[in-house]
């Protein structure tokens, strides 16, 4: 089953194609294939295949779960995220977790209690409470007069993060407590407190690290011993 609405209430059943404009409410046990958000959605809770954000925003007091998130807009729920992959413009905001299960890439803003995936490349602003858990991640900020134009100050401050556990990790204008990771490169006015590093740590003039420790690797061990003898 189709629909595509200017309004209104959304009942429950199955829908293939599900496209919202307007002012739309939908009720929790909705399922779909696709959803197009085209203006405001509202939701106690969203479960589909796959979601477009098409300029408009969509808004849930409960989960919201799904395989693919594209488009641009807004998305904020009081509840987890669940996805597969993401790729956005616009705002992401969960009050809880953000879990992807392979890649995430943003560019705008994303706030959460926690954010796991398999590779995270955010540009814009970043502001996760907890930690971050991925095989890569990249962080950078956005660059324009726009934002001082129209008073969105909180892409004009340095992206938050309070614990990062990873492979690799790239940080521009970011503040984080610690990080574990294999390598780490930090620019752009970016401040650890801890670094705990396996192979390699890189740092610009204007980055700083209070604490840095390197772990024991025992495959350098032993060539040193070789050496020694």
């Not at 996760?128 to 890569?136: F, H, P, Q, V, W």
């Not at 129209?150 to 990873?166: D, H, V, W």
């Not at 970011?174 to 650890?192: F, G, M, N, Q, W």
Request: proline share 1%; with cysteine; hydrophobic share 35%.
């Amino acid at each position: 089953m189709n629909l595509n609405t200017f309004g209104g209430y959304i009942k429950g059943g199955n829908y293939d194609v599900l496209i919202t404009h307007g002012n739309a409410v939908m009720q929790e046990n909705v399922r779909f294939d696709t959803l197009v958000v085209k203006g405001i959605l509202q939701t106690s809770a969203c479960r589909g295949r796959r979601i477009v954000i098409d300029g408009g925003m969509l808004n849930s007091s409960g989960e919201i779960v799904f395989d693919s998130l594209s488009g641009h807009g807004r998305i904020c729920t009081q509840q987890h995220i669940s996805a597969r992959n993401i790729a956005f413009i616009g705002e992401m905001e969960t009050y809880s977790r953000l879990a992807v299960k392979e890649s995430i890439r943003v560019s705008g803003s994303v706030k959460a209690k926690s954010l796991v995936a398999s590779k995270a490349k955010i540009t814009g602003h970043t502001s996760i409470k907890e930690y971050i858990e991925t095989g890569r991640l990249e962080i950078a900020p956005i660059r324009t007069t726009m934002f001082e134009r129209f008073k969105m100050n909180e892409y004009l401050g340095p992206n938050s993060i309070q614990r990062i556990k990873a492979m690799d990790v790239i940080l521009r204008n970011t503040i984080c407590e610690k990080i574990d990771a294999d390598y780490v490169v930090l620019s752009s006015h970016t401040h650890v407190e801890k670094v705990l590093y396996d192979d390699d740590l890189r740092l610009d003039r204007t980055s700083t690290v209070r604490l840095i420790e390197r772990r024991w690797n025992m495959g350098e061990d032993e060539e040193l011993q070789r050496k020694v003898a």
